[in-house]
């Protein structure tokens, strides 16, 4: 009876686990550039440990399906050790199927590099939404709201904005440290990112995730040319926003996770299309301008 009883309450347990995981999450940790990377059980067990931190915690307010789980990546690429401190950069990964699609579409893909923190054999993952405890679990408790942020303005508008609140309240917390301060240069770390999401002056940018994506993308499947006019609009939202003030941070990480996808899209467009399409692209993003120009490159 005892044996029954414990194999229940283990299958409980179980269940209560499957049924809190938000995320499909892959986690890694690479210390290849470290020279003295002697100590890799440390990041076999910070790997795990973080693995366990994502998964074994409920995060969205929703009761996500197993199919309906978020999809994404961080990888951490450490590049300098001083005894338990550690510096690097982390690659930043999130990605969402397409409606009645097989492609799944990548809605943020951006490097992180300014990634610092301190581990040493043993270090609990520590979390606490209103304090600061540990550097590495603030890191990817921002990472892990950001990505339930987007992904759900990337479903309803302005879905994600009590999760871009959650991510202001995390650099609030850690504002005096690498990659969270305001006076960094570039205007790309983790504050800057939060500021163009919650900053109302840039509130299209929210409107773009939901057009390109729930309007567009997800219909094109069954009515591509529709679909295709909604995403043409959606890119004149970001145009908008680029006119209020070129070269924000947020705009960067969506026209370099985006652009491919752009590109393959409109070769299918009209020719009106291809044009407004090409004009928008190259005025906001003149880095890659001569890229779009394979939009008139016939499809295969």
Known sequence: MKRIFGLIVVMLMTLGTMKAQDFQCSISVNSTQISNTGNQQRFNELRQKLYTFVHDRKWCQYNLKQNERIECSITINLTKASGDEYEGTATIVLQR??????????????????????????????????SNLSEITSLIAYYLNLFIAVELDSFSPNGGSPYFSKCQNIVNQNLKDVGWNVAESGQNNRYWITENFTNGTYSKIHEFYYQYHRLGLDVMNETPDAGRAVILESLKLLQQVNAQKSNLAVVRIILNTKKDEIINIFKEGMPSEKTQVINIMKQIDPTNSSAYDAINTASK
């Not at 799944?104 to 606490?128: H, I």
């Open 97 to 130: 199927p397409v409606y009645k699609a097989s492609y799944k579409t990548t809605l943020m893909s951006f490097q992180d590099k300014k990634v610092k923190f301190r581990y040493a054999d043993g270090d609990p993952m520590e979390y606490d939404e209103n």
